[in-house]
Structure formats: C-alpha cells, structure tokens
C-alpha cells in the first residue's frame, strides 16, 4: 500500500466549510488527479461547543491545478448553518485500486467569523 501526502485547510462558505486539499504520492511528489467526491472523507472533530466526531457529507469535488481540490461540504441537517468559531477537521483521502490502495490522511482547521 502506497502512501499519499495530504494537506488540507478550510475555508468558510456562508456559515459552511469548504475544504481545499492537496494530495501527491509520496514516492515522487507527483500531484494525484482525477479523484472524486468518493475518494475523500471528512469529519468534524471539534468545535467551541462541541467535542464529538460529526463525519460530513461531500457534495461535490472539483480539481485545479493538478492535485489540488476544492470540496464543498453539505450542509448538516440538525445545524445546516454553522455558529461563528473555530473549528478542526480530519480529511482522508484514498485512491487507486483495492490491490494498489494509496492511503493518506491529515488534520486541517478553519474558522467562521461573527
């Protein structure tokens, strides 16, 4: 199994997240294109008032440049628009095959203004 170098921040979206991850393979630094919105997965870890994992649906990815991603959360149905605060997310990221699996995975933060 390959490993893969994740970065990622958030940025705020009208009381939402968007998530700008940068995935490349660690063996030469090449930049890992063409994922999908299946390839990523995203959780909540932890907010001002909250301490509990709250794993987010992606809505939709889009790519550029190469190995660089933007992806737009869905809104959280029991709280759709976030409060102002800080908050801390965990974004793993899989590609290839189930033989050839690359794995990678990274804490990012973001915060929301008042």
Same mark, same amino acid.
């Given at each position: 199994m390959a490993r893969l170098i994740v970065t990622a921040a958030g940025s705020p979206l009208f009381g939402n997240f968007?998530?700008?991850?940068?995935?490349?393979?660690?063996?030469?630094g090449q930049p890992t294109t063409?994922?999908?919105? =299946?390839n990523f997965k995203i959780a909540q870890l932890a907010s001002l008032n909250h301490a509990s994992v709250n794993v987010r649906e992606v809505d939709k990815v889009s790519e550029g440049p190469e190995g660089f991603y933007t992806i737009q959360l869905k809104p959280w149905e029991p709280q759709p628009t976030l409060?102002?605060?800080?908050?801390?997310?965990?974004?793993?990221?899989?590609?290839?095959?189930?033989r050839?699996? =690359?794995?990678? =995975?990274?804490?990012a933060v973001g915060d929301l203004p008042a």
């Open positions: 968007l998530m700008v991850v940068s995935v490349s393979a660690e063996a030469d063409g994922l999908k919105p =299946q409060p102002p605060g800080h908050y801390v997310f965990a974004v793993a990221v899989t590609a290839g095959t189930k050839a699996a =690359q794995r990678g =995975q990274t804490v």
